[in-house]
């Protein structure tokens, strides 16, 4: 079930009136409480259309894989091309759907009549030109009823639906660019363009808005862009305008050791954020077969590398590494692993690209391949038992580079659960 701060989030976004924020901190189960909450407003007494958003494929197929299954009037289709969605979820894309509907098998009876009369036209000679016109006529009329016939299929299958879910864009996708909702609810908003928000919102009277601004923002290419506002989510511009007055934050955590969780907490959730019972004492040596060591026994530990010449360098590409920083990551790496840790439950983050691709090549000859290393950006909405972060810079102007932005920092510590 759900617990408390969940239950007042959906109780409070099925009964706003209008706009309602649902604020969710790493490991508190945002993803199960958006479900939830689509799924009482597409239950609830009377007809409730429902279009989710994400900023991303991978998120809308999140929600579909989640959602899809948990109630028979739940009735879900995904837009988007077949190829582009997660093979658990293809059955519910909107072609194929289409392709099971009763309509299909009327278009699939005028198909053959087209390829029928293309075939008789193909036989006749030149002589029999009436017939050719007769037969062209035909199919004329034939390739117009098959277009109406397949709209109305598709039009016959979102209207079945309750809940359409696609990307924030796709939301202009031609089959329901000209359709009402009755709510708009956007996951993950905190990293979607505000214009791409839009695209979804000017179709409906109410819409939820579920995310975390002090986790990863969106992607701007342009800083031009960014520095005009375009890096300000719609999430954050109304959190920061109206706050807790449309806003429920998820205040318990079920993914971090407490020590790991206290600090995230403190500097972004006002202290609000708490860690469930269950998992605020566990550490390394809870896991079977693992042995205590000065690593594995402690939730954290901090490696300083001061005044030991560990100098960042760059590479041709222009992004920063750190050699000699590498080997001590995979020697603790290797340490955590020999006390009995598997390395498939450990994960590497750098927040540059260098570093990243410098430990990934040195990973066999340490006998860690299993061993996952990857940028924030590739462990948002991930966890791993033990999380090691390679922070790289290391210089005497003291620039700390992308550490600037804390928001990365908050996500790649709270990717640990024990360690």
Request: hydrophobic fraction near 40%.
């Amino acid at each position: 079930g759900l617990n408390a701060s969940q239950r007042r989030a959906v109780d409070r976004a099925v009964r706003a009136a209008d706009c309602f924020l649902i604020l969710g901190p790493p490991g508190s189960g945002k993803t199960t409480t958006v479900i939830e909450t689509i799924q009482q407003l597409a239950t609830a007494e009377g007809s409730c259309k429902i279009l989710v958003c994400a900023p991303s494929n991978v998120a809308a197929d999140n929600i579909v894989e989640k959602l899809a299954g948990r109630h028979k009037d739940v009735r879900v289709v995904r837009l988007g091309h077949v190829v582009r969605l997660l093979p658990s979820v293809q059955s519910y894309a909107l072609d194929l759907q289409v392709e099971r509907s009763d309509g299909a098998l009327i278009v699939k009876d005028i198909k053959k009549d087209i390829a029928q009369a293309y075939k008789q036209m193909q036989k006749l000679g030149r002589r029999e030109k009436a017939q050719r016109v007769a037969l062209r006529d035909e199919t004329r009329l034939l390739n117009k009823e098959l277009r109406q016939k397949e709209s109305k299929s598709v039009q016959d299958v979102i209207a079945h639906a309750n809940v359409i879910v696609c990307t924030a864009v796709s939301a202009r996708d031609r089959y329901i660019r000209n359709s009402t909702f009755d709510v708009v609810v956007i996951d993950e908003a905190a990293q979607a363009l505000e214009p791409s928000c839009w695209i979804s919102i000017l179709r409906t009277r109410k819409v939820v808005l579920a995310g975390d601004p002090f986790q990863l923002p969106p992607t701007v290419l342009s800083q031009k862009a960014a520095d005009q506002g375009l890096g300000l989510t719609l999430f954050e511009r109304l959190y920061k305008k109206f706050g807790d007055d449309i806003c429920q934050m998820l205040d318990t955590q079920y993914r971090m050791h407490d020590l790991i969780c206290q600090w995230s907490s403190t500097e972004f959730y006002k202290g609000r954020l708490q860690c469930h019972e269950s998992v605020a004492a566990r550490l390394l040596t809870d896991l079977d077969g693992v042995q205590e060591t000065n690593e594995t026994s402690v939730p954290m530990v901090f490696v300083d590398t001061a005044g030991l010449q560990f100098e960042e360098q760059i590479s041709d590409e222009g992004s920063k590494y750190n050699d000699l920083e590498a080997e001590v990551v995979l020697q603790y790496a290797s340490s955590i692993a020999e006390a009995g840790v598997h390395k498939a439950d450990m994960g590497i983050i750098s927040p540059y690209s260098a570093q990243v691709a410098l430990l990934r090549e040195r990973l066999e000859a340490w006998g860690l391949e299993e061993v996952e290393v990857s940028t924030v950006d590739g462990f948002q909405g991930r966890e791993k038992e033990v999380i090691i972060l390679s922070l790289v810079r290391s210089n005497i102007e003291g620039e700390v580079g992308f550490l600037v932005d804390q928001r990365r920092l908050n996500v790649a510590i709270t990717r640990a659960r024990r360690h």
